[in-house]
């Protein structure tokens, strides 16, 4: 879903920012002051319906605060919101900021090239978003709706699953699949299964996450086994 896709990718986006690293975010379905209230919430322990409904007590001014400080210092981090972005604009915003990593949520939302099929115009928006990671010396994470229905044993998705073509898989270094079943959310904490299907630096594997909805965290398990993502020094999508 929507929900488990977003709150990754935000998260990866400010992981990354308090390693030091400069992030440029695409955020295409919410404005930039909408996402900074989805980061907010787990950075000041501050439940985000407070943030939603401006139901925030003196305590939690202090807290919300005290995080800003500490991001304005920090963070090198920069949020596109353009609600439908070409390729010609997203490479004009890594060109101006220079980021380190960019992070795009997500690819359907992204203005494809004109082609003859969907497929085709998929196969060329991928290659260009990989050029594009390649050329600029760029980490590059991008999210991507899967099929709507996902029939298979269990549930589980597989990398064939994967909304509007085969190239993204092909152009990628690795694919990460989340899936949640509709009975894991208990107290307001959705159990996630990450699927490593495809690693190009690495293995392969399953990592369980937890997103807690209150302060919109998504967090690694904890005592989990199994393949955790690597990263690459090369440019990739």
Known sequence: GRWPKTAFLTRVATNMADAGKK???????????????????????????????????????????????????????????LPRPSLAEINTAIT????????????????????????????ELMASIKTMCIQHRVVGFLGCQMNRIVDREKGMPRLSDLRDGGSIEAESDQVLLLHTEPTTERDGVIQITGLLEKNRHGQTGTIQFVLERNLIEFTEAHGTDGARPQGSNQGGA
Do not use: G
């Not at 380190?100 to 359907?108: A, K, M």
């Open 23 to 81: 992030i440029l975010l695409f955020t295409t379905e919410m404005t930039a002051h909408q996402m900074v209230s989805r980061i907010m919430p787990y950075k000041a322990s501050v439940d985000a319906w407070r943030f939603r409904k401006l139901r925030l007590e003196w305590i939690h001014h202090k807290a919300v605060s005290d995080v800003c400080a500490t991001m304005h210092d920090k963070y090198e981090m920069w949020i596109c919101d």
């Open 96 to 123: 101006r900021v220079k980021p380190d990593v960019i992070v795009i949520d997500y690819l359907q939302r992204i203005a494809k090239p004109r082609a003859e099929n969907v497929t085709r115009s998929v196969d």
